[in-house]
């Protein structure tokens, strides 16, 4: 293969290994040349649906629950291996930090994949007796692509720098160029969003006749609207993030789910209800014959149904962390999503089974999604991008900040009418206000991966609270576990450049301050 980078920090780029469910027959892209890359319109489509395959990869997993973990609605379970200890103790995070260096690695991969797409998709031939039809999947593979990369670059943003302040000097290394001869240095933090925004605008641009529908499983024009009003809220853009959250909303297309079933069917079994993309996954189509699979990486940690006890006929529970009580208490009973997404079961250590615990259960087992023939838990699930109900939540965030308390309580009391029984209308105004749409945002968007960067930018410190049980949990020392306090604006809750591409560019690069 014609070597595409000539050098780049922390990693050397690997072979390409994307994967399609089309023109399977052809050479696999790691052993074709670049001029062998973009013969026809199939071959866009080839490098648009591995784009999809990285994605699918990148969302759930350490990608979602790393920030979980360092956040304060989780407490560690007593076992004999503990998952991503050092984000969660927080003393020994350091900027040689594996996990979030392996995060960094993967997203640029998957830039410089789309970046080479986009150079090579517009050369494309368009056959002549097909050119209207050929013309238009171009353009929306072209779409695609560029929300693609906006979506990799605000998980960085919102990771890897501070919350925005466009005086800051420390942004991301924008990628613009397939072909890289030397990893360009951070630009700045306003950079970094313009960035974000231009390529979500030439996105819109191009998907503006790909019209989106409940649970689409690739990019829209609606895509498209979602990811820009999630960047202007975190840009503190209040009044476009609130009129482009509101053209969503308003539009009807995507319906509140309004009872029990119907979020349990959204979460447990992949309904497309409320989702505006929700990526495709399938199992493989034989266990036995090593069939293959298009499958996403596992939400594993919340509650770890690893056995099954034939004598008590019921699984053995080990999850590697449980809500804290603080978290829990955060939701009325007669708030349904309390018995979606956390339900009380036991925590099993060694021969002792710590009852009547709430366990995360937001991800259960998806039976269409499973990897062996055993019965055993997965918890895989297609990764959901965009649901309609952040969309309320920031309607309602940007109205308040925009001074417009009456339309902000309009789209928060909408989302509760959704999801609690008999839910009375919020009548706050000013700071108590404020407090129940963040403590909306905590419940609804739980365990997603918002909380850690939530409390970056509304200047909270990382508190973890009362424990439900302190026995059946990592206690000691207190202040690294269920006593963890950390003030606000804590260098770490920004994750650092990785160590190898500070060393790398002698000099080049500033790390992240701090660390």
Same mark, same amino acid.
Request: charged share 25%.
């Given at each position: 293969?014609?070597? %595409?980078?000539?050098?780049?920090?922390?990693?050397?780029?690997?072979?390409?290994?994307?994967?399609?469910?089309?023109?399977?027959?052809?050479?696999?892209?790691?052993?074709?040349?670049?001029?062998?890359?973009?013969?026809?319109?199939?071959?866009?489509?080839?490098?648009?649906?591995?784009?999809?395959?990285?994605?699918?990869?990148?969302?759930?997993?350490?990608?979602?629950?790393?920030?979980?973990?360092?956040?304060?609605?989780?407490?560690?379970?007593?076992?004999?291996?503990? %998952?991503?200890?050092?984000?969660?103790?927080?003393?020994?995070?350091?900027?040689?930090?594996?996990?979030?260096?392996?995060?960094?690695?993967?997203?640029?991969?998957?830039?410089?994949?789309?970046?080479?797409?986009?150079?090579?998709?517009?050369?494309?031939?368009?056959?002549?007796?097909?050119?209207?039809?050929?013309?238009?999947?171009?353009?929306?593979?072209?779409?695609?692509?560029?929300?693609?990369?906006?979506?990799?670059?605000?998980?960085?943003?919102?990771?890897?720098?501070?919350?925005?302040?466009?005086?800051?000097?420390?942004?991301?290394?924008?990628?613009?160029?397939?072909?890289?001869?030397?990893?360009?240095?951070?630009?700045?933090?306003?950079?970094?969003?313009?960035?974000?925004?231009?390529?979500?605008?030439?996105?819109?641009?191009?998907?503006?006749?790909?019209?989106?529908?409940?649970?689409?499983?690739?990019?829209?024009?609606?895509?498209?609207?979602?990811?820009?009003?999630?960047?202007?809220?975190?840009?503190?853009?209040?009044?476009?993030?609130?009129?482009?959250?509101?053209?969503?909303?308003?539009?009807?297309?995507?319906?509140?789910?309004?009872?029990?079933?119907?979020?349990?069917?959204?979460?447990?079994?992949?309904?497309?209800?409320?989702?505006?993309?929700?990526?495709?996954?399938?199992?493989?189509?034989?266990?036995?014959?090593?069939?293959?699979?298009?499958?996403?990486?596992?939400?594993?940690?919340?509650?770890?149904?690893?056995?099954?006890?034939?004598?008590?006929?019921?699984?053995?529970?080990?999850?590697?962390?449980?809500?804290?009580?603080?978290?829990?208490?955060?939701?009325?009973?007669?708030?349904?999503?309390?018995?979606?997404?956390?339900?009380?079961?036991?925590?099993?250590?060694?021969?002792?089974?710590?009852?009547?615990?709430?366990?995360?259960?937001?991800?259960?087992?998806?039976?269409?999604?499973?990897?062996?023939?055993?019965?055993?838990?997965?918890?895989?699930?297609?990764?959901?991008?965009?649901?309609?109900?952040?969309?309320?939540?920031?309607?309602?965030?940007?109205?308040?900040?925009?001074?417009?308390?009456?339309?902000?309580?309009?789209?928060?009391?909408?989302?509760?009418?959704?999801?609690?029984?008999?839910?009375?209308?919020?009548?706050?105004?000013?700071?108590?206000?404020?407090?129940?749409?963040?403590?909306?945002?905590?419940?609804?968007?739980?365990?997603?991966?918002?909380?850690?960067?939530?409390?970056?930018?509304?200047?909270?410190?990382?508190?973890?609270?009362?424990?439900?049980?302190?026995?059946?949990?990592?206690?000691?020392?207190?202040?690294?576990?269920?006593?963890?306090?950390?003030?606000?604006?804590?260098?770490?809750?920004?994750?650092?450049?990785?160590?190898?591409?500070?060393?790398?560019?002698?000099?080049?690069?500033?790390?992240?301050?701090?660390?």
């Amino acid at each position: 293969m014609k070597k %595409i980078l000539n050098k780049l920090p922390l990693y050397t780029l690997a072979a390409l290994s994307l994967q399609s469910c089309v023109k399977l027959e052809q050479e696999p892209f790691n052993e074709l040349s670049e001029q062998k890359s973009f013969l026809n319109v199939e071959d866009a489509q080839y490098w648009v649906n591995g784009m999809y395959d990285g994605l699918r990869d990148n969302t759930y997993g350490n990608t979602m629950y790393s920030s979980d973990v360092q956040a304060d609605f989780l407490n560690a379970v007593r076992r004999n291996n503990e %998952i991503l200890p050092e984000l969660h103790r927080w003393t020994d995070f350091t900027s040689s930090n594996s996990t979030t260096a392996a995060i960094w690695m993967a997203h640029y991969r998957a830039i410089q994949d789309i970046n080479i797409a986009l150079n090579g998709i517009p050369k494309v031939p368009i056959a002549q007796e097909r050119e209207r039809t050929e013309r238009a999947q171009i353009q929306r593979n072209l779409g695609e692509l560029h929300l693609g990369r906006a979506y990799y670059y605000t998980y960085l943003v919102t990771h890897f720098c501070g919350a925005y302040d466009a005086s800051s000097s420390y942004g991301l290394p924008i990628l613009r160029e397939f072909k890289v001869s030397n990893f360009p240095a951070p630009s700045t933090l306003k950079e970094t969003y313009e960035f974000i925004l231009e390529d979500i605008a030439r996105a819109e641009e191009l998907l503006s006749e790909t019209s989106g529908t409940v649970g689409a499983p690739t990019f829209t024009a609606d895509a498209a609207k979602a990811l820009k009003a999630r960047v202007l809220l975190y840009q503190g853009a209040w009044q476009e993030a609130y009129t482009t959250a509101k053209s969503l909303i308003d539009g009807g297309k995507y319906p509140l789910a309004t009872t029990q079933d119907d979020l349990m069917a959204i979460w447990k079994e992949d309904d497309d209800k409320e989702s505006i993309t929700q990526l495709f996954a399938k199992a493989p189509a034989s266990f036995t014959l090593g069939g293959s699979d298009e499958l996403p990486k596992a939400n594993d940690i919340y509650i770890g149904a690893n056995n099954y006890d034939r004598r008590q006929r019921r699984f053995l529970y080990n999850p590697s962390y449980i809500p804290t009580q603080a978290f829990v208490d955060l939701f009325q009973d007669t708030d349904y999503r309390k018995k979606v997404f956390l339900q009380k079961l036991f925590v099993d250590y060694g021969s002792t089974a710590y009852r009547n615990i709430y366990l995360v259960t937001k991800y259960p087992d998806n039976n269409n999604l499973k990897t062996s023939s055993s019965g055993l838990p997965t918890y895989m699930h297609k990764p959901k991008l965009f649901r309609i109900a952040e969309q309320y939540l920031i309607a309602a965030e940007a109205a308040y900040h925009n001074g417009d308390e009456a339309n902000a309580k309009v789209y928060l009391n909408a989302l509760r009418r959704a999801r609690i029984l008999r839910a009375t209308s919020v009548t706050a105004t000013g700071q108590a206000l404020l407090t129940e749409i963040q403590n909306e945002r905590n419940r609804e968007l739980a365990f997603e991966g918002f909380r850690l960067h939530d409390i970056k930018r509304w200047g909270l410190g990382v508190v973890r609270g009362t424990p439900q049980n302190v026995e059946a949990i990592f206690s000691s020392p207190a202040q690294e576990y269920y006593q963890l306090n950390i003030p606000a604006g804590n260098y770490k809750l920004t994750w650092p450049l990785p160590a190898a591409d500070i060393n790398f560019e002698k000099g080049r690069w500033s790390q992240n301050p701090g660390w």
